[in-house]
């Protein structure tokens, strides 16, 4: 009985129920959008990371983990490195930013290519000329170039020597001295990966290099892609439940209106419902069930609306913006929009319940 009379109001007024529903939808795509954006970075960055092949970095000191760190490391250091006890290469890189977050990183291919495996090179190949340049194919994707054609950084153009797969460094990657000299870090590096003759020996050879650097930030490769993690990056969480606060007043605010005016719309119908005998308590089940259900529709909808947004940003800007799809965080953020609804409905329904049967029957 309950859900029959709840599905008829609903389907009495088509557009305000649609209008309800994707209004309600609006704060879960923004949730999961948000969500799926912050996943898909650190995802990204771990993966880039673990393609590196490295078991070690070595970083400047004043630095953190997932900062830049310009160049302050002698160039120096990656050979002294290079000679450590346990140590089977070290490799010297640097970074520099071109446009938020996107980071050129420059390195001497051939050791990088011993460290790793080398680059999977989609099309193109490895630098010839000193204004080459590689690029991932979601970089290429979004600047709509191939190998071979010229693109603009830093105000100079530059030849796309490569595309390659991405998942393995950087989504762009020059020459180590050419990079250096346009930075003005002639013989310096942001950091040094090494790699070791026996990955088991990582903690003794952290151990080691910390007592003869102390102040300088030393990781293994695996504590630097576990510390990619959203609970580690400062501030993130704090936003992500900022926008769920938000998505809970959106779905108060549009459920309470909805349903304030469905109640004043079906006063005649209150009126009725009471003279027959229903209690408080239905009429207010009622009011709440037809809103559960619309915030049940919005979260749907909601959810296709965030396929739709990752279509749209993956189009677009796959290489400045990664965003992935994080089906755990479906219920989460449709609950919280249901419990917004269903919050909202509380004042209609307690209105509707308290209606006079009598008055309500006179109404116009």
Same mark, same amino acid.
Not at 69 to 77: R, T
Not at 212 to 223: G, Q, V
Not at 338 to 356: E, I, K, M, Q
């Given at each position: 009985?309950?859900?029959?009379?709840?599905?008829?109001?609903?389907?009495?007024?088509?557009?305000?129920?649609?209008?309800?529903?994707?209004?309600?939808?609006?704060?879960?795509?923004?949730?999961?959008?948000?969500? +799926?954006?912050?996943?898909?970075?650190?995802?990204?960055?771990?993966?880039?990371?673990?393609?590196?092949?490295? %078991?070690?970095?070595?970083?400047?000191?004043?630095?953190?983990?997932?900062?830049?760190?310009?160049?302050?490391? =002698?160039?120096?250091?990656?050979?002294?490195?290079?000679?450590?006890?346990?140590?089977?290469?070290?490799?010297?890189?640097?970074?520099?930013? #071109?446009?938020?977050?996107?980071?050129?990183?420059? /390195?001497?291919?051939?050791?990088?290519?011993?460290?790793?495996?080398?680059?999977?090179?989609?099309?193109?190949?490895?630098?010839?000329?000193?204004? %080459?340049?590689?690029?991932?194919?979601?970089?290429?994707?979004?600047?709509?170039?191939?190998?071979?054609?010229?693109?603009?950084?830093?105000?100079?153009?530059?030849?796309?020597?490569?595309?390659?797969?991405?998942?393995?460094?950087?989504?762009?990657?020059?020459?180590?001295?050419?990079?250096?000299?346009?930075?003005?870090?002639?013989?310096?590096?942001?950091?040094?990966?090494?790699?070791?003759? %026996?990955? =088991?020996?990582?903690?003794?050879?952290?151990?080691?290099?910390?007592?003869?650097?102390?102040? @300088?930030? /030393?990781?293994?490769?695996?504590?630097?892609?576990?510390?990619?993690? $959203?609970? =580690?990056?400062?501030?993130?969480?704090?936003?992500?439940?900022?926008?769920?606060?938000?998505?809970?007043? #959106?779905?108060?605010?549009? $459920?309470?209106?909805?349903?304030?005016?469905?109640?004043?719309?079906?006063?005649?119908?209150?009126?009725?419902?009471?003279?027959?005998?229903?209690?408080?308590?239905?009429?207010?089940?009622?009011?709440?069930?037809?809103?559960?259900?619309?915030?049940?529709?919005?979260?749907?909808? +909601?959810?296709?609306?965030?396929?739709?947004?990752?279509?749209? /940003?993956?189009?677009?800007?796959?290489?400045?913006?990664?965003?992935?799809?994080?089906?755990?965080?479906?219920?989460?953020?449709?609950?919280?929009?249901?419990?917004?609804?269903?919050?909202?409905?509380?004042?209609?329904?307690?209105?509707?319940?308290?209606?006079?049967?009598?008055?309500?029957?006179? @109404?116009?």
């Amino acid at each position: 009985m309950t859900g029959k009379l709840v599905v008829e109001n609903l389907k009495h007024k088509p557009m305000r129920t649609l209008l309800s529903v994707l209004l309600i939808g609006v704060p879960v795509t923004l949730i999961l959008t948000l969500v +799926g954006l912050s996943h898909g970075m650190l995802e990204d960055s771990a993966r880039r990371a673990r393609g590196i092949g490295a %078991d070690i970095i070595f970083r400047p000191p004043g630095t953190s983990l997932l900062t830049l760190s310009g160049a302050p490391l =002698n160039e120096k250091m990656v050979d002294f490195l290079g000679h450590w006890p346990r140590v089977k290469l070290a490799v010297g890189a640097i970074q520099h930013p #071109i446009q938020t977050p996107l980071v050129a990183t420059g /390195i001497e291919l051939a050791q990088f290519d011993r460290m790793s495996g080398g680059f999977t090179y989609i099309e193109g190949g490895p630098f010839r000329r000193p204004d %080459d340049v590689i690029i991932d194919r979601y970089y290429a994707a979004q600047r709509h170039v191939h190998a071979g054609d010229t693109i603009r950084l830093w105000d100079k153009d530059w030849h796309v020597a490569g595309v390659i797969e991405g998942g393995k460094l950087a989504r762009i990657v020059l020459p180590l001295r050419v990079l250096q000299d346009l930075t003005g870090n002639t013989g310096k590096v942001s950091q040094i990966y090494l790699k070791l003759d %026996d990955p =088991n020996e990582t903690g003794a050879v952290i151990q080691a290099l910390k007592q003869k650097f102390p102040d @300088y930030p /030393i990781y293994s490769m695996e504590e630097l892609t576990s510390m990619y993690s $959203v609970s =580690n990056i400062a501030g993130l969480r704090e936003f992500i439940v900022v926008i769920m606060s938000i998505g809970v007043i #959106i779905g108060f605010a549009v $459920v309470c209106l909805s349903m304030y005016m469905a109640v004043l719309q079906r006063t005649r119908e209150i009126g009725i419902l009471k003279s027959l005998g229903a209690s408080q308590f239905f009429i207010l089940r009622v009011i709440v069930a037809e809103a559960l259900l619309l915030g049940v529709g919005g979260s749907i909808l +909601g959810v296709l609306f965030s396929f739709g947004a990752y279509w749209l /940003i993956r189009t677009l800007v796959p290489a400045s913006i990664p965003m992935v799809i994080v089906p755990s965080w479906w219920p989460i953020a449709g609950g919280i929009t249901v419990f917004g609804a269903a919050l909202g409905a509380l004042y209609p329904g307690l209105s509707a319940a308290r209606h006079d049967p009598i008055e309500a029957l006179a @109404y116009e």
